[in-house]
């Protein structure tokens, strides 16, 4: 119920996967409007019916992967690794 950034759903969009999260820690905000959202993780029910719609239907599930790629793309690493820099050098201008 609780993930810091949320890497495991990052990582499952950036190889496509239609990815259902918990509505809890980050991983909301991670997966955005292109991933599915168990508004209540602890309900087995709901879990279930999120995940047959995509094991059950083959345009769902294609929906959601394409919308999964398009996610993951907006993070890149080196782009991440070099706003990072930039900060530091900043916050260490003589360094």
């Known amino acids: 119920l609780y ?5 495991a759903p990052l990582e499952a969009m950036a190889c496509g996967v239609p990815t259902l999260v918990a509505a809890a820690g980050a991983t909301p905000e991670v997966v ?12 087995a029910r709901e879990l279930a019916d999120l995940m047959l719609g995509v094991l059950q239907d083959k345009a ?3 929906k959601w ?8 793309q907006q993070f890149d690493g080196e782009a991440a690794a070099h706003a990072t820099l930039r900060v530091y050098k900043s916050l260490c201008p003589n360094s």
Not at 3 to 7: A, L, P, R, S, V
Request: proline share 4%.
């Open 32 to 43: 955005g409007q292109n991933g599915l959202v168990a508004r209540n993780p602890t309900d």
């Open 65 to 72: 992967s394409a919308l999964s790629l398009q996610r993951a």
């Open 60 to 62: 769902t599930a294609a």
């Open 3 to 7: 993930e810091g950034f949320g890497i």
